[in-house]
Nanobody
Framework: VQLQACGGGLVQPGGSLRLSCATS????????MAWYRQAPGKQRELVAQ???????NYADAVKGRCTISRDNARNTVYLQMNSLKPEDTAVYYC?????????????????WGQGTQVTVSS
């Protein structure tokens, strides 16, 4: 099972970006999905998460500016980011808790995407 993130880029302060992360593979299901970010010199931090049932949770720093959503049919999670600030500059990583069939057993994994750079600058 692999996660592929895209949608990052360079945007001016006040602008918007939409990140997406598609999960691919075989014999798996997805539970919680989330976006994390890591700025230079800082620890990775949770930005937003969404359960399989659609319940969401946001970091205080992005509340009111970001919306996480998911398309279960497409195994994809999105992060809509509005009113972006320079302090939002970071590499954004998608994360998913997957249940996968391996060696005739169902096992739980914590999967990560490769990261996509978001730079907010004028």
């Amino acid at each position: 099972v692999q996660l592929q993130a895209c949608g990052g880029g360079l945007v001016q302060p006040g602008g918007s970006l939409r990140l997406s992360c598609a999960t691919s593979g075989s014999s798996f299901s997805i539970g919680r999905m989330a976006w994390y970010r890591q700025a230079p010199g800082k620890q990775r931090e949770l930005v937003a998460q969404i359960t399989s049932g659609g319940s969401t949770n946001y970091a205080d720093a992005v509340k009111g500016r970001c919306t996480i959503s998911r398309d279960n049919a497409r195994n994809t999670v999105y992060l809509q980011m509005n009113s972006l600030k320079p302090e939002d500059t970071a590499v954004y990583y998608c994360n998913a808790e997957t249940t996968e069939r391996r060696n005739l057993r169902w096992q739980v994994y914590d999967r990560w995407g490769q990261g996509t750079q978001v730079t907010v600058s004028s």
